[in-house]
């Protein structure tokens, strides 16, 4: 049997707890299924969709939103200089306050 790494690629909520974008891969699984993640420009209510190195992720962070492009895939959660070094922040928009 082989690894989701090795396979080319990743169940996204498994991705976004590895990358350290969500403390606990439940709390990765709520966020994709309230629909705030959008992977390579669409948006994805499925925790089990892969995702492959070289896609573009859109994530809300707090009162931020951060766009990501994914390097590599990760093989573990690690400490996050190991998380950082696998995507390529794209830009960081502010939430818009009124």
């Given amino acids: 049997m082989t690894s989701p790494g090795a396979a080319g690629s990743i169940r996204l909520d498994k991705l976004l707890w590895y990358l350290r974008f969500a403390r606990s891969r439940s709390i990765a699984q709520a966020m994709v299924a309230a629909g705030h993640i959008?992977?390579?420009?669409r948006r994805v209510t499925r925790a089990s969709a892969a995702v492959h190195a070289g896609a573009t992720l859109v994530l809300p962070l707090g009162e931020r939103i951060e766009?990501?492009?994914?390097?590599a895939l990760p093989g573990r959660r690690g400490p996050a200089s190991e998380a950082q070094a696998h995507y390529v922040r794209l830009g960081t928009d502010a939430a818009a306050t009124s």
């Fill in 38 to 41: 959008r992977l390579d420009g």
């Fill in 67 to 71: 766009v990501v492009r994914l390097l």
